[in-house]
């Protein structure tokens, strides 16, 4: 019991200290990566020469902490996560994510354990909890934050329309569009337009952007912009039309929506239902219940079903998820 206490205020202290770091305090990885890629590109026609490999080795090795590389090792795909980090528009690396994760873990697991649960199953359940929270909330943050990005997205076309039409350039309107913007579009516009100063083709800075964003709102964007560069038109009304089937796109996605709400709140109640029933029963009759914390059968038993449970739950979110 004593060195269960210890590991639960150990897991107790290390969490709260964890999430004070990852959200808390700038980050310097955003600004050796711009220094990365300024090298980069100042050398990048003469085919990077020795003294630039050494300076963008050097950076490099400072970059990465030893933290940092042993998430990197320990994450599958490192790089398809810190993509999903990044669209969060929030100061968290790979090596606060990973600190997270282990901070709820052995949280969750001290916290079963105290409670008398068995060693294999707090350390299942609380990988579980551990990884799957933390995977949630990023998901819930980039939903978030696309949609808001997506929601003011027309706005910003229509204030290049305007510019381009008062016979402002494309790179300036990209710079009037970061300045007066507030929200995800203007950040994004903003690290265009930062890239563009570095040396960047716009054409380079708008692609890396739609890649890390992911949406098909910008996407189009990116391609309107690539087609008329090739060839020619009126940008002004182009991008305006544009504007106009991004905003029935959204009343569209809307219209689905309300249409699918009844079957959304159908699934949700079904599957949120036997766990409702679970906890009721067990509040009422503790005894009862209390084998599925403490029999193996009962324990597999219960995994088993949360997995079929998962499963049908995830064949019902599909079924009401509709793309446009």
């Known amino acids: 019991m004593t060195l269960t206490l ?3 205020g150990l897991g107790v202290v290390g969490m709260l200290g964890m999430l004070y770091i990852a959200l808390s305090g700038p980050s310097s990885g955003k600004a050796l990566k711009r220094r990365i890629e ?12 020795a003294i630039a490999n050494a300076q963008i080795r050097k950076l490099l090795s400072r970059k990465d902490s030893k933290m940092e590389s042993l998430a990197s090792n320990l994450i599958p795909r490192p790089a398809v996560m810190q993509l999903r980090l990044e669209k969060t528009g929030r100061k968290i690396t790979l090596g606060r994510y990973a600190m997270i994760n282990a901070g709820i873990v052995v949280t969750v697991a001290g916290l079963m354990m105290a409670r008398g649960a068995p060693v294999l199953l707090s350390l299942m359940f609380g990988l579980f909890i551990g990884i799957g929270v933390p995977h949630f909330v990023i998901g819930k943050m980039i939903t978030k934050r696309l949609k808001l990005f997506t929601a003011n997205f027309p706005d910003a076309i229509e204030l290049m329309v305007r510019g381009l039409r008062s016979g402002l350039p494309i790179t300036e309107t990209l710079t009037i569009v970061s300045g007066e913007i507030s929200g995800p579009v203007g950040i994004e516009f903003r690290a265009v337009s930062d890239k563009m100063k570095i040396g960047l083709t716009m054409d380079a800075a708008l692609q890396e952007t739609a890649d890390r964003l992911g949406t098909p709102e910008f996407q189009f964007f990116v391609i309107t912009l690539a087609i008329q560069r090739e ?10 039309n544009l504007a106009d089937v991004l905003r029935k796109r959204a009343q569209m996605k809307l219209k689905i929506k309300a249409m699918s709400s009844e079957a959304k709140a159908s699934a949700m109640i079904v599957g949120a239902l036997p766990f409702i029933v679970f906890t009721m029963v067990y509040l009422l009759n503790p005894n009862y219940m209390g084998g599925f914390f403490t029999d193996e059968r009962l324990i597999v038993a219960g995994l088993g079903a949360m997995v079929w449970m998962g499963i049908g739950v995830a064949i ?9």
């Open 231 to 240: 060839t020619g038109g009126n940008l002004a009304e182009t991008l305006s």
């Open 316 to 324: 019902m979110a599909k079924m009401v998820n509709f793309e446009i």
């Open 38 to 49: 300024a090298v980069r590109e100042r050398h990048g026609a003469t085919g990077v020469p």
């Open 6 to 8: 210890m590991l639960l």
